[in-house]
């Protein structure tokens, strides 16, 4: 009861700063129509009190050079780490919250706009866009994790790059960024021209975490595009979600010849690949047999700034014969 009164006295103050926080907002002459998880969404301001959840949702935000607008970001717990480069930018940023999104929070910092997912801190029953709405809050879903309420065909690299124009559009930043958006869109073109006409695609399976039963990518996840882009074939690929729990029959079936380690939580990459090589019915996998394992951290694992990078070294792995000289 006495949370339930604390959040009503910090919903109260914030419904009335509303007023005062919108005078500051910059006015645009004409909405920002964009297209968020199926359905049309209009942003009439320039916001200007934004907070971000997860880390690699936090460095798409920092890398369009938006550190200035961030008054608080959440989800980025003590074994998920921000990429050196970034960390300047955050280190005088209010820590909302380590682990689910805070309402309370961010009304106290007076938000007027909340970048997330659907499992990237929104969740139904918890804070979710039509809940922001209510106090005046703008906010952005970022694209892959719009398979949780849309269909959708396939993920690709292009929606992170999708998801950072959509936000630079939000926050009037388009002729800035263009330049370094462009150059990632070029990289991603250039290594589908050198992947294509690859016939024979190695086998890899995604191990973000579990031990009773393996969490996995599927093939609405990050990691399944950037398997694709280098010429892999992900092992999961016929699991209709992003993060999905596999098992290890299906593992030890379709021998996987490399494996992808997500390195964030408990164990670490080295706890996680110790506890494979150990794990008896896995032994005669070709990728334990051969040690073939690639670690990707959990930001360059989901949708960010580093999967275009990502996607360019699996591939030196799964094919040195293309990119010989890179």
Same mark, same amino acid.
């Given at each position: 009861?006495?949370?339930?009164?604390?959040?009503?006295?910090?919903?109260?103050?914030?419904?009335?700063?509303?007023?005062?926080?919108?005078?500051?907002? *910059?006015?645009?002459?004409?909405?920002?129509?964009? +297209?968020?998880?199926?359905?049309?969404?209009?942003?009439?301001?320039?916001?200007?009190?934004?907070?971000?959840?997860?880390?690699?949702?936090?460095?798409?935000?920092?890398?369009?050079?938006? !550190?200035?607008?961030?008054?608080?970001?959440?989800?980025?717990?003590?074994?998920?780490?921000?990429?050196?480069?970034?960390?300047?930018?955050?280190? @005088?940023?209010?820590?909302?919250?380590?682990?689910?999104?805070?309402?309370?929070?961010?009304?106290?910092?007076?938000?007027?706009?909340? #970048?997330?997912?659907?499992?990237?801190?929104?969740?139904?029953?918890?804070?979710?866009?039509?809940?922001?709405?209510?106090?005046?809050?703008?906010?952005?879903?970022?694209?892959?994790?719009?398979? @949780?309420?849309?269909?959708?065909?396939?993920?690709?690299?292009?929606? !992170?790059?999708?998801?950072?124009?959509?936000?630079?559009?939000?926050?009037?930043?388009?002729?800035?960024?263009?330049?370094?958006?462009?150059?990632?869109?070029?990289?991603? +073109?250039?290594?589908? *021209?050198?992947?294509?006409?690859?016939?024979?695609?190695?086998?890899? #399976?995604?191990?973000?975490?579990?031990?009773?039963?393996?969490?996995?990518?599927?093939?609405?996840?990050?990691? @399944?595009?950037?398997?694709?882009?280098?010429?892999?074939?992900?092992?999961?690929?016929?699991?209709?979600?992003?993060?999905?729990?596999?098992?290890?029959?299906?593992?030890?079936?379709? +021998?996987?010849?490399?494996?992808?380690?997500?390195?964030?939580?408990?164990?670490?990459?080295?706890?996680?690949?110790? #506890?494979?090589?150990?794990?008896?019915?896995?032994?005669?996998?070709?990728?334990?047999?051969?040690?073939? #394992?690639?670690?990707?951290?959990?930001?360059?694992?989901?949708?960010?700034?580093?999967?275009?990078?990502?996607?360019?070294?699996?591939?030196?792995?799964? @094919?040195?014969?293309?990119?010989?000289?890179?």
């Amino acid at each position: 009861m006495r949370r339930v009164r604390t959040v009503a006295i910090f919903a109260m103050a914030f419904v009335a700063s509303i007023g005062a926080a919108q005078a500051q907002q *910059q006015q645009r002459a004409q909405p920002v129509v964009i +297209d968020v998880c199926g359905k049309p969404v209009a942003y009439q301001r320039v916001p200007q009190r934004a907070v971000t959840h997860d880390v690699n949702i936090t460095e798409m935000f920092l890398y369009l050079g938006l !550190g200035h607008k961030l008054v608080g970001y959440s989800g980025i717990s003590a074994t998920k780490e921000v990429a050196p480069r970034y960390r300047a930018q955050l280190a @005088h940023v209010p820590d909302l919250s380590r682990k689910n999104m805070n309402l309370e929070s961010m009304l106290g910092v007076r938000a007027d706009f909340v #970048f997330g997912g659907w499992s990237y801190g929104f969740r139904q029953g918890g804070v979710t866009p039509d809940l922001l709405k209510r106090y005046g809050v703008d906010s952005y879903l970022l694209r892959e994790s719009c398979i @949780h309420v849309e269909k959708r065909e396939r993920v690709s690299l292009n929606d !992170g790059l999708i998801d950072m124009r959509n936000l630079a559009r939000i926050f009037d930043v388009e002729k800035e960024n263009a330049p370094k958006l462009q150059a990632l869109e070029s990289r991603v +073109d250039a290594l589908a *021209q050198r992947m294509q006409g690859v016939k024979k695609r190695p086998r890899v #399976f995604v191990y973000d975490s579990g031990q009773r039963l393996p969490v996995t990518a599927g093939r609405f996840g990050m990691p @399944h595009a950037m398997i694709e882009a280098a010429g892999g074939e992900n092992i999961f690929a016929d699991i209709a979600t992003n993060w999905p729990t596999g098992n290890w029959e299906d593992v030890i079936a379709r +021998d996987p010849e490399w494996i992808v380690i997500v390195d964030y939580d408990q164990p670490d990459a080295r706890g996680k690949i110790d #506890f494979l090589l150990h794990k008896k019915e896995l032994a005669q996998v070709e990728a334990i047999r051969k040690k073939r #394992f690639f670690i990707m951290s959990y930001s360059d694992a989901t949708p960010s700034p580093g999967n275009v990078d990502m996607a360019e070294a699996l591939a030196r792995k799964l @094919h040195p014969e293309r990119l010989a000289g890179d």
